[in-house]
């Protein structure tokens, strides 16, 4: 994955995504961001062994069961749900519980279909025109 590396074409992408992509392009999107900048930084801390999938329909569709997921066979060995923001004026905390909340709904879905991890991530992103900022939670997984 491309990484941006310089300010205008940090804007450029900014304002394509912002104003040109619907909203499961800007979740995706906002998804890959985060990947980029953050997860692949802290792998370790998040406890993600071997590379993760991220659902680039943005609609948890088949065999994309989270937003972003690792999987072996059966077994999903770590997963997350991501929600975005492109706007400075959204509750990015609203935003993290919209994560949560669909994290367990996903969870409770595929529950008798595959082998789920004890705990799963919640991440939002707010992607700003000069700035990122991320929260996140860990979650239990009944």
Request: charged residues 30%; glycine residues 8%.
């Amino acid at each position: 994955m491309n990484v941006v590396k310089y300010e205008r074409e940090y804007k450029t992408w900014y304002n394509d995504a912002a104003h040109g992509f619907g909203d499961h392009a800007q979740g995706v999107a906002g998804n890959m961001v985060g990947d980029a900048f953050f997860l692949r930084k802290f792998k370790d801390r998040f406890g993600i062994k071997g590379e993760s999938t991220i659902d680039g329909t943005g609609q948890n569709l088949g065999d994309y069961i989270f937003d972003e997921f690792v999987r072996e066979g059966n077994k999903i060995l770590w997963c997350s749900e991501w929600k975005s923001t492109y706007s400075e004026e959204t509750d990015l905390s609203s935003r993290l519980a919209e994560a949560k909340t669909e994290l367990m709904k996903r969870a409770d879905l595929v529950k008798n279909k595959v082998e789920l991890p004890e705990y799963g991530y919640a991440f939002a992103i707010r992607i700003a025109e000069s700035y990122v900022e991320i929260m996140w939670e860990r979650v239990k997984i009944p």
